[in-house]
């Protein structure tokens, strides 16, 4: 039995003069994914398989982060490291935000250590929990500390998934020069429906889509998009540097590109990267991007995580 999914994307006219369309075809254990969109004013056919099983398998694991379960994971870890001194226990108190605690010890000298040595506990039980679960603490300009998806790793971890995505991909693109390689890429993933999100700031992961999960549902948000971006330039370009870049409300890719006069750039660690905003759905080649974030890359104040 053949199922097939038919999915239509019209952009206003403004933004480009062609239709995306989208067709996803199942059968014996396969999903056929075929795309029409135009690139550089062509247009063009982009078809690839994957196996049913790498699609069901993919990130399957990855939700929401939730602070009040890791802050309940880390409170546990807390009271057995506390068995260990019979003379003292922890004391909870009531905060939504944070794990917060008062110690009571019958001896008092020893509260300086149980203060460090649970003040550890608690860094490196974070840390452990974060990875397993797929997020990374970063610190953005705006706001200090925050808790987002760990791009990095799930950009790295998707490349296998990805294989099928890059041979077709390279198919097309032997011998095309670096930069008409992204424009071409990114282009046809801003053509992709763009799924909106009202808070980044406080989305911790909740509307985030894996790289495969962008292609299955023929949708994504900014970072969604950036991560299968860069993951087909990785294998697509191996020896090109890539960043991830991180404003208010957004996130796009930085590529270590030769760089013109009127492109938008930032300078990472000393390097110049040009900057690539896959989203959509404006069609944007590489270099350009919307005027709403050009005041924080220009004044670099940004976050960014080297890919």
């Known amino acids: 039995m053949k199922f097939i999914l038919l999915f239509f994307l019209l952009l206003p006219s403004l933004l480009a003069a062609d239709t995306l369309r989208f067709s996803l075809q199942q059968d014996d254990g396969q999903a056929h994914f075929n795309y029409h969109f135009s690139a550089a004013g062509q247009a063009q056919q982009l078809n690839f398989s994957i196996a049913q099983t790498t699609l069901s398998n993919h990130f399957r694991q990855f939700r929401r982060f939730q602070t009040s379960v890791m802050q309940q994971y880390l409170w546990r870890d807390l009271q057995m490291h506390m068995a260990k001194y019979p003379s003292a226990r922890l004391i909870r108190q009531p905060d939504r935000n944070a794990l917060s605690y008062q110690i009571a010890s019958a001896d008092n000298t020893l509260l300086p250590q149980l203060q460090q040595e649970l003040s550890q506990l608690t860094t490196e039980r974070s840390q452990f929990y974060l990875q397993q679960a797929y997020y990374y603490q970063l610190s953005l300009p705006w706001s200090g500390p ?162």
Request: net charge neutral; glycine share 4%.
């Open 146 to 307: 925050a808790i987002v998806p760990d791009h990095q790793r799930l950009m790295q971890d998707s490349l296998n998934d990805l294989l099928p995505v890059a041979r077709a991909l390279h198919d097309k693109l032997v011998n095309t020069a670096s930069r008409n390689t992204v424009a071409y890429i990114s282009s046809w993933l801003q053509q992709l429906p763009y799924q909106d999100l009202s808070d980044r700031q406080n989305s911790t992961g909740n509307t985030f889509s894996p790289p495969l999960r962008v292609l299955q549902e023929n949708r994504g948000d900014c970072d969604s998009k950036t991560v299968l971006l860069a993951a087909l330039l990785r294998m697509l370009l191996p020896d090109v540097k890539l960043a991830i870049v991180y404003l208010p409300q957004h996130a796009m890719l930085a590529v270590q590109l030769p760089v013109g006069a009127m492109d938008e750039k930032v300078t990472i660690e000393g390097k110049e990267y040009l900057l690539i905003d896959p989203t959509g759905p404006a069609l944007s080649a590489p270099g350009q991007i919307s005027q709403n974030y050009i005041m924080y890359t220009r004044s670099g104040h940004f976050g960014y995580r080297l890919l």
